[in-house]
């Protein structure tokens, strides 16, 4: 089966404490990208990369950290630099095209929680 | 640069009545626009997207939408509710090219009364 998978499904760490978050695809897609979601907030961009070893902030990414080692993985490190952590974390990626018409598909979320 | 609006945070309708889901646009590029669901706990899913092509577009689920570029709207139909509907929906709007260009609403939350 081809798809995205994140692990775990529900996380819980102690404040002050650095967390990875795995994201794994075998779609064969070349840009991958890591959102926070807030109840009522929609989706805000962390980070994204287009290709391996290169990756760009997005709109929210103080207090994380990611790395692109290979295609087929994009780990998302939240930081204690994080002021508010707790939420639900989704990945995603897609083919590149220059016009962009491409969608994203979105793996099943990482619930995170920090006490 | 571009933006979305969904119109209602959350529509209530009965089992078997249609739907409208409501989105307006803005871009400074010819747009791509997508509708994504989302069921509790869960990722999103792909329903539709408009990429310059047919205005009217029709998705999975017995979704349909239409780009109308007069009114910058891309609003969610469906003729008929199922139960199974129930869930957020969001829509999306691509501006142009990069994998920065993604812009997501706020979320429509379905609810479907038997």
């Known amino acids: 089966d081809g798809g995205i998978t994140q692990s775990p499904k529900y996380l819980f760490r102690k404040e002050g404490q650095n967390v990875t978050l795995s994201c794994e695809q075998n779609?064969?897609?070349?840009?991958m990208y890591w959102y926070r979601q807030d109840p009522g907030q929609g989706l805000r961009l962390i980070y994204y990369?287009?290709?391996?070893?290169?990756?760009q902030k997005g709109d929210i990414a103080e207090g994380y950290s990611v790395s692109r080692e290979k295609k087929e993985s994009f780990p998302l490190t939240v930081t204690s630099a994080q002021k508010n952590p707790t939420a639900f974390y989704l990945c995603?990626?897609?083919?590149?095209?220059?016009?962009?018409?491409?969608?994203?598909?979105f793996g099943p979320g990482t619930r995170l929680t920090v006490t | 640069a571009q933006s979305v609006t969904q119109l209602d945070s959350h529509v209530s309708v009965s089992e078997g009545t249609p739907v409208l889901l409501r989105c307006n646009y803005s871009?400074?590029?010819?747009?791509?626009l997508f509708w994504y669901v989302q069921h509790p706990n869960k990722g999103l899913q792909l329903l539709l997207k408009?990429?310059?092509?047919?205005?009217l577009v029709k998705g999975i689920n017995g979704f349909e939408a239409e780009f109308k570029k007069s009114e910058t709207s891309f609003h969610l139909t469906k003729p008929s509710a199922h139960m199974s509907d129930a869930a957020e929906y969001f829509c999306?709007?691509?501006?142009?090219?990069?994998?920065?260009?993604?812009?997501f609403g706020k979320g429509t939350h379905l609810i479907i009364q038997p």
């Open positions: 995603a990626s897609s083919y590149l095209s220059g016009q962009g018409t491409y969608e994203q598909y």
């Open positions: 779609l064969n897609h070349d840009a």
């Open positions: 990369s287009q290709i391996v070893n290169d990756f």
């Open positions: 871009s400074s590029y010819s747009p791509s």
């Open positions: 408009y990429t310059s092509a047919a205005t």
């Open positions: 999306v709007v691509r501006g142009r090219g990069g994998a920065d260009g993604l812009t």
